[in-house]
């Protein structure tokens, strides 16, 4: 779907609008924090076909700079075999334990099912904790229903991994 790109003379599609790697919110230097503005960015976010990270909502659309996966994981339950996740922009995931792993950063990380990646929030780290568990080699995983899923690590990072 081509968008119309026209613009009256003098105005852009570029902002200083950004968020950092720990999902916080930005315009120029000074810190985006009323709640209702953060949910709205979180949910606008999206990535375009070029790979450029831009806020889209009803009406209009501009860019943004984003540091870090395009959602974050903000709670983790454990749905029988599954993982059900709330993601950042208010959706709402199941994925098979297999889909986590230590992102580059270190971080631990899902792939989602549109195939970009996904950090988990340090809550939601603390949610996994439970089920967290170490294996007689040292690797870290999932330990559900009496079965070891040892997180991947290194896995090449999916859309909405670049820098906008």
Same mark, same amino acid.
């Given at each position: 779907?081509?968008?119309? !790109?026209?613009?009256?003379?003098?105005?852009?599609?570029?902002?200083?609008?950004?968020? !950092?790697?720990?999902?916080?919110?930005?315009?120029?230097?000074?810190?985006?924090?009323?709640?209702?503005?953060?949910?709205?960015?979180?949910?606008? +976010?999206?990535?375009?076909?070029?790979?450029?990270?831009?806020?889209?909502?009803?009406?209009?659309?501009?860019?943004?700079?984003?540091?870090?996966?395009?959602?974050?994981?903000?709670?983790?339950?454990?749905?029988?075999?599954?993982?059900?996740?709330?993601?950042?922009?208010?959706?709402?995931?199941? +994925?098979?334990?297999?889909?986590?792993?230590?992102?580059?950063?270190?971080?631990?990380?899902?792939?989602?099912?549109?195939?970009?990646?996904?950090?988990?929030?340090?809550?939601?780290?603390?949610?996994?904790?439970?089920?967290?568990?170490? !294996?007689?080699?040292?690797?870290?995983?999932?330990?559900?229903?009496?079965?070891?899923?040892?997180?991947?690590?290194?896995?090449?990072?999916?859309?909405?991994?670049?820098?906008?």
């Amino acid at each position: 779907m081509a968008e119309d !790109d026209s613009l009256p003379l003098g105005y852009s599609r570029e902002t200083a609008i950004r968020r !950092d790697a720990l999902g916080r919110w930005f315009e120029n230097e000074v810190a985006i924090t009323h709640p209702k503005l953060v949910r709205a960015l979180n949910r606008w +976010l999206e990535v375009d076909e070029e790979g450029r990270f831009r806020l889209r909502n009803a009406i209009h659309w501009v860019y943004a700079q984003v540091e870090g996966p395009l959602c974050f994981v903000q709670r983790v339950a454990l749905e029988g075999d599954r993982l059900r996740l709330e993601l950042s922009n208010e959706s709402r995931v199941d +994925l098979p334990p297999e889909a986590l792993f230590l992102s580059a950063e270190g971080r631990i990380a899902c792939r989602l099912p549109s195939g970009a990646s996904a950090w988990f929030s340090r809550e939601a780290v603390s949610q996994l904790g439970e089920w967290l568990e170490e !294996d007689a080699s040292g690797a870290v995983g999932l330990g559900l229903a009496g079965k070891f899923y040892p997180l991947g690590s290194g896995e090449a990072e999916g859309r909405g991994e670049v820098q906008g």
